[in-house]
Nanobody, 124 residues
Framework: QVQLVESGGGLVQAGGSLRLSCAASGRTFSTGAMGWFRQAPGKEREFVACMSWNGVNTVYADSVKGRFTISRDNAKNTLYLQMNSLKPEDTAVYYC?????????????????WGQGTQVAVSS
């Protein structure tokens, strides 16, 4: 079993930056892909970014490409999401997810473990 705990959310003005962290515990996950998803009020959960365990393969949603950067530190069992040039439409609860397989995926159902989420609010 893997436990994922997100942190780093908060309120920021448009154009600002935040760095989300996701700490994993319970078992080693260094060979599995991880990703970030988000869910805005009244909307379905959507893909944000994902990466393979070694960082070779990364995928971003078009809406965040060039503004967000996903990274991971396997020694610390931690996944990160650096978010720059934030927009009001980035407001959502952000979730961290992990899967047992190497290849990253943009699909919710591909992930085996989920965190509880951290709120990000961007004011205009």
């Amino acid at each position: 079993q893997v436990q994922l705990v997100e942190s780093g959310g908060g309120l920021v003005q448009a154009g600002g930056s935040l760095r989300l962290s996701c700490a994993a515990s319970g078992r080693t996950f260094s060979t599995g892909a991880m990703g970030w998803f988000r869910q805005a009020p009244g909307k379905e959960r959507e893909f944000v970014a994902c990466m393979s365990w070694n960082g070779v393969n990364t995928v971003y949603a078009d809406s965040v490409k060039g503004r967000f950067t996903i990274s991971r530190d396997n020694a610390k069992n931690t996944l990160y999401l650096q978010m720059n040039s934030l927009k009001p439409e980035d407001t959502a609860v952000y979730y961290c997810a992990a899967r047992k397989l190497y290849y990253p995926s943009q699909y919710n159902r591909a992930y085996d473990y989920w965190g509880q989420g951290t709120q990000v609010a961007v004011s205009s």
